[in-house]
């Protein structure tokens, strides 16, 4: 069962040392990790994947290679998600270089909000504006559609978003506010 993310911050941070130590002296300890940032990182993988499957065996390796690198992690360095997440984001990296595909963001809808019960009529416009999201979504640039993955698919922080783009915290700040605010003139614009 997939739970709602840990947001990132300071306590969290604290939290994530003394996992990664008690993970270091016994390894079944890694499963609060695991547990922990499980969903965000399938997320984020959802919107750099061809599929579903594909998300789903990537989020596996980045385990993998996160359990296996454990020993590589510096606490000091960054905080332990920018850590996980930068293992992420090359997993999707290396497997979009051996697909040589177009990352699909129909997924993306339903990582971020289950449909309900609606009514069809409403059910339908919903369809409609992710559609229309996911059309601009495709029109800019995959750096800026990682950086909002990251952001809104992962409840990454500005921060670690930073660490994990290698980026400056006020050019992702920057980028972000940029972004979104190019989208919010391109879905306005587009309203009938």
């Excluded at 695991?34 to 994947?49: I, K, Q």
């Amino acid at each position: 069962m997939l739970q709602a993310p840990v947001l990132p911050n300071a306590a969290t941070e604290i939290g994530d040392k003394s996992l990664v130590a008690a993970a270091a002296e016994r390894p079944e300890e890694f499963a609060a990790l695991y547990e922990r940032y499980m969903p965000a990182v399938y997320r984020y993988l959802v919107t750099r994947s061809a599929s579903r499957e594909e998300a789903a065996d990537l989020t596996q390796a980045v385990f993998t290679r996160a359990f296996g690198n454990l020993s590589r992690y510096r606490p000091g360095r960054a905080p332990f998600a920018a850590w996980l997440f930068r293992i992420a984001r090359n997993a999707a990296t290396d497997a979009h270089r051996r697909r040589r595909a177009t990352v699909s963001w129909d997924g993306l809808p339903e990582a971020l909000a289950a449909l309900d019960g609606t009514e069809p009529e409403a059910l339908a416009e919903k369809r409609e504006r992710m559609a229309r999201l996911r059309a601009m979504l495709e029109r800019i640039d995959s750096g800026k559609r990682e950086m909002l993955a990251l952001r809104f698919a992962s409840d990454l922080s500005v921060r670690e978003i930073a660490t994990v783009v290698g980026k400056s915290e006020a050019a992702v700040k920057k980028q972000l506010t940029r972004t979104i605010a190019t989208l919010k003139e391109y879905y306005h614009d587009e309203l009938p």
